[in-house]
C-alpha cells in the first residue's frame, strides 16, 4: 500500500524530467511539458497527412477531415451565430487538442520508463519516473487553457464590438451589474480549470486503483469509460463552455 500510495503523489505532482533554471526561475520540462508536446506533435502529423491533396469531392480520409471541420463549424455556429465561423478555428483547435489529450491514456497500453528498466536494466529509465499519462491531470495545464480561453473571450468581444462596446457591455444591463461582470472574468477560468483538472485526475487515480487491485481483463472495460468517454465528454464539455462564454461577449 506504501508503494501504491508513492504512485498516487507521483500522478498529482509534476514530475520534473529536466531540471532548467533562468535567472532565478524555475523552467524545468515536467512531464506534462512532454506529453503536451507529443500530442501537439499527433495532431500536427495527423493534419499533414489528412489535409494531402484534398479534392474537390471528398473520399477516403478526406471525409474523415470534413466531418470533423462541419462538427465544429457547426458547433461553433450554434453557440455563437453568424459570428461562429470567425472563431470555430480556436474552438476546433482546443477540442482537438484536449480530446487527443484526455484518451492518450487509453487502455494503458504504452510502456512507462518503469518498465522499460525492468525489460532492460538501463539505469536511466530507472530514475525518469515518466510514463504517458494526460497532460490535463497537471493544474497548470488546465489552468493555463482556462485563462487561454478567457482571453479569446476578451479579445471576440473586443473584436466583434470594440475595445468601447465591450467596456460598454459591463455596464449593462445596469451599472450595478459593473462588479458581477468583472467577477466572471475571475471566476469562469477557475471553474473551467479545477472541472477539468478534477475529473482528469480523478479519471486517473481510479484506473491506477483498478490496474493496481484488479486483473489485466477487467481495466480494459473500465478504461473505455474513464480514459475515453469520459475523457472526450470532459473535452467538450471545457469547449461547449468557452463558445458559450464567447457567445455571450459578442451578442
Not at 510502456?111 to 519516473?129: A, M, Q, R, V
Not at 469520459?230 to 463558445?243: P, W
Request: with cysteine.
Amino acid at each position: 500500500m506504501g508503494e501504491f500510495a508513492s504512485e498516487l503523489q507521483r500522478l498529482i505532482k509534476p514530475n520534473k524530467l529536466i531540471n532548467i533554471s533562468v535567472f532565478g526561475f524555475d523552467m524545468s520540462i515536467t512531464d506534462s511539458v512532454v506529453m503536451m508536446w507529443i500530442v501537439m506533435a499527433a495532431l500536427i502529423i495527423f493534419s499533414l497527412v489528412f489535409t494531402r491533396k484534398l479534392k474537390t469531392i471528398p473520399e477516403g480520409k478526406q471525409n474523415v477531415v470534413e466531418v470533423i471541420v462541419e462538427f465544429v463549424y457547426n458547433f461553433a455556429k450554434d453557440s455563437m451565430g453568424h459570428h461562429g465561423k470567425l472563431f470555430a478555428p480556436y474552438i476546433g483547435t482546443i477540442l482537438l487538442f484536449l480530446v487527443v489529450s484526455n484518451i492518450i491514456a487509453i487502455f494503458n497500453i504504452v510502456p512507462s520508463s518503469k518498465d522499460i528498466y525492468h525489460w532492460t536494466g538501463i539505469e536511466y529509465f530507472e530514475h525518469l519516473n515518466f510514463a504517458i499519462r494526460p497532460p490535463t491531470k497537471d493544474v497548470n495545464v488546465t489552468l493555463t487553457l482556462a485563462l487561454m480561453s478567457m482571453v479569446a473571450v476578451a479579445l471576440a468581444g473586443i473584436k466583434v464590438k470594440k475595445i468601447s462596446g465591450w467596456l460598454k457591455s459591463f455596464l449593462e444591463p445596469v451599472p450595478l451589474m459593473l462588479p458581477f461582470k468583472i467577477l466572471d472574468y475571475v471566476i469562469r477560468p477557475v471553474s473551467l480549470c479545477f472541472r477539468m483538472f478534477g475529473n482528469v485526475l480523478g479519471a486517473v487515480i481510479i484506473m491506477e486503483l483498478v490496474y493496481f487491485a484488479l486483473p489485466a481483463v477487467l481495466p480494459a472495460f473500465l478504461s473505455i469509460y474513464f480514459d475515453l468517454f469520459d475523457g472526450i465528454l470532459q473535452a467538450y464539455v471545457f469547449v461547449f463552455l468557452t463558445s458559450i462564454y464567447i457567445g455571450e461577449a459578442i451578442e
